[in-house]
């Protein structure tokens, strides 16, 4: 199916995996294709004497090249499972390979998109992307250059000596975007890096992730609250529960790149957005439920 698709009685039918089966994926052949793999991942944070468990029995893989997105309500663990993948966060249970090799803490081979742009102020935009490079055991030269390569890639290459403040939002982002591409991770996971920007600069950015990823073989696992968002951009949505965090679903996304507001319109695109968003309400339902069940009566 294409961005082009006509408009008119649906041909689209959702492809969607149970959470437990991990999408299928244990039935498959091309096991060497898998770049990021999560397998019973559980995580329970603490406070005083209360504990509550944020991830239980997580299970997903997400292949060499794939791009992948998480949804999922408030609070479910969908951020919590970014920086387990990052090695930010230990998990009690399970395991996380990334590349054939167990996550024991953060890595080079690893970048990380925060909503918030983490800049540093007294820094200029060049001289914040060359700070991200700092740790990594290059030549000054080669540094350099990956800074001009993706102060141009992101169209900041006019604006190297300006600091944050005298940037836009969608600036500072795209700054932030090019601090971490330029450590050339094969894997990116973005935390909602878009959610705090405006919906033509978000439209602008989504199709600058798109041109970035079609230009090299990365992975990517993208965070949203925007079933859009997820549908423009991912081969995959997985679909949270909560309390505790677990993928409740699979959901393949039919749709070719380019994809753009022509596929917007269609019916296809509207029929999927309402098939994940029934996905997502059902689970905030069952969730609401527990919770009432442990409180006891209103």
């Known amino acids: 199916m294409t961005a082009g698709g006509q408009t008119g009685q649906s041909t689209v039918q959702p492809v969607v995996h149970g959470g437990s089966a991990a999408g299928g994926e244990a039935q498959r052949e091309d096991k060497a294709l898998d770049c990021v793999e999560l397998r019973g991942v559980g ?170 990823w079609q230009e090299g073989e990365r992975t990517g696992i993208l965070v949203t609250h925007d079933i859009e968002e997820g549908l423009l951009l991912a081969d995959r949505i997985f679909v949270m529960s909560a309390n505790p965090g677990r993928i409740a679903a699979t959901v393949e996304v039919p749709f070719e790149h380019p994809r753009d507001e022509a596929l917007q319109a269609t019916a296809e695109f509207a029929e999927m957005k309402e098939h994940i968003w029934h996905l997502l309400t059902a689970e905030i339902s069952k969730a609401s439920s527990y919770v009432r069940s442990r409180s006891g009566p209103a």
Request: aromatic share 8%.
């Open 43 to 212: 995580k329970t944070f603490t406070h005083g004497r209360e504990s509550r468990q944020i991830l239980a029995d997580v299970n997903f893989t997400v292949r060499q090249g794939e791009f992948c997105a998480i949804v999922g309500a408030s609070g479910c663990g969908k951020s919590s499972i970014l920086r387990v993948i990052d090695g930010l966060l230990e998990p009690d249970t399970g395991s996380v390979r990334v590349n054939g090799r167990d996550v024991s803490g953060p890595s080079a081979d690893i970048g990380m998109v925060f909503q918030q742009f983490n800049l540093l102020p007294w820094k200029t935009v060049q001289e914040n992307i060359m700070f991200g490079l700092d740790s990594l055991k290059l030549p000054k030269a080669v540094k350099r250059e990956r800074c001009q390569h993706w102060m141009s890639v992101v169209g900041l290459a006019e604006w190297s000596g300006h600091y944050p403040h005298q940037l836009s939002g969608g600036m500072q982002q795209r700054v932030s975007l090019a601090r971490t591409m330029a450590r050339e991770p094969s894997v990116v996971l973005m935390d909602e890096p878009f959610g705090a920007l405006d919906a033509l600069t978000r439209r602008f950015l989504q199709q600058e992730v798109v041109r970035l």
